[in-house]
C-alpha cells in the first residue's frame, strides 16, 4: 500500500516571518513554510510533498504539522500535498508516482529509451522551435550534451556463464533489465530502461522538440523529431491579497488586494 489519499481535511500553509518591524508587520521568510492539516486516522504516519517532491514524514502518528522548505519561485505557485502512510511505508520516497499536471507545469517532459543499440559514451542533445514551427539545430536547448550512459553499462547477450549470476562474456549478468539493472521495474525484460528530460519553465504555445544522439567518435545520428506539443502555464499566484470580511452565516468571505 502507497499514498492514502482520502481521510485529511483543512490542509493550511502558513508562511513564517523571519523579522518583525516595530509596528507589527514582518518580513515573511520565503524558503519555509508550516503546513497543517487534520485527519481522521489515528494509526497512521504522515508525508508531505511540495511540487511532486518528497519533503518529510512525521515522527508520529499523531503529529498533524510539519515544517518544509519550499523552492524560491515567483513564477509558479507551489504545490504542497499531505498523504497518510502505513508505518511500514514511513520512510519510502512516493515522489516516483507523481506526474506533471498535463497543460499545467510549463515544462515538458521527454522519456527516452536507453536501448542497447545506443553506443557507450553517446550523448544527445535537445532542439525545438521556440514556437516558431522550425526546429532551430544551431541551438541546442540543453545547457550541455545529456550522457545517455552516465556509469559503463555492459550489453546484453549470451555467454558460457551462469546467466544472470556472473560477468564473463556476454550473458545479460550485468546488463539493462537484468542483474545489475533495473530488474522488475517498469517493462519487463532486457533493454527495459528509459531515462526522462525536463525543460526549463516555457511560456504559453505550441512547441516542437527534436533529440540527436552523438557517439564518443562525433558521428551524429538524423533528428528525431515530436508532434506539436500544447504548453499552457497555470498563471502567476496572487499577490498582496487579504480578508476584508467573513460572514459565519452566509459563509461568505471576502478578500480585497492592496
Known sequence: MGLIRIGIKDVRVFELPCGIWANGGYIANSR??????????????????????YAGTTLDSQQRRMLVAIPAS????????????????????????????????GRVKITMLRSQNLPIGATCQIYYDAGTGEIDYDNPLTCSPIRIWPAWQDKAGFGMSSF????????????????????????????????DWISPQLDAGV????????????????????????????????????????????????????
Do not use: C, H
Not at 505557485?77 to 497543460?103: H, K, Q, W
Open 164 to 195: 544472470g549470476r556472473s560477468d564473463f562474456g556476454y550473458d545479460s549478468s550485468a546488463a539493462v533489465g537484468f542483474g545489475k539493472g533495473s530488474y522488475g521495474q517498469g517493462q519487463f525484460g532486457l533493454d527495459a530502461d528509459m531515462f
Open 32 to 53: 519555509f513554510a508550516l503546513v497543517r492539516w487534520r485527519s481522521r486516522f489515528n494509526d497512521k504516519f504522515y508525508q508531505v510533498y511540495v511540487n511532486g517532491g
Open 207 to 258: 512547441y516542437k522538440f527534436a533529440v540527436k544522439v552523438t557517439d564518443k567518435a562525433g558521428n551524429q545520428a538524423g533528428a528525431i523529431e515530436s508532434g506539436p506539443v500544447t504548453v499552457t502555464p497555470i498563471p502567476k499566484p496572487a499577490e498582496n491579497l487579504s480578508i476584508s470580511s467573513f460572514d459565519k452565516q452566509t459563509n461568505q468571505l471576502v478578500l480585497s488586494i492592496s
Open 74 to 105: 515567483f513564477e509558479l505557485p507551489d504545490r504542497i500535498e499531505v498523504f497518510a502512510v502505513e508505518a511500514g511505508y514511513a520512510d519510502t520516497d512516493f515522489s516516483g508516482e507523481f506526474d506533471l499536471p498535463a497543460g499545467q507545469s
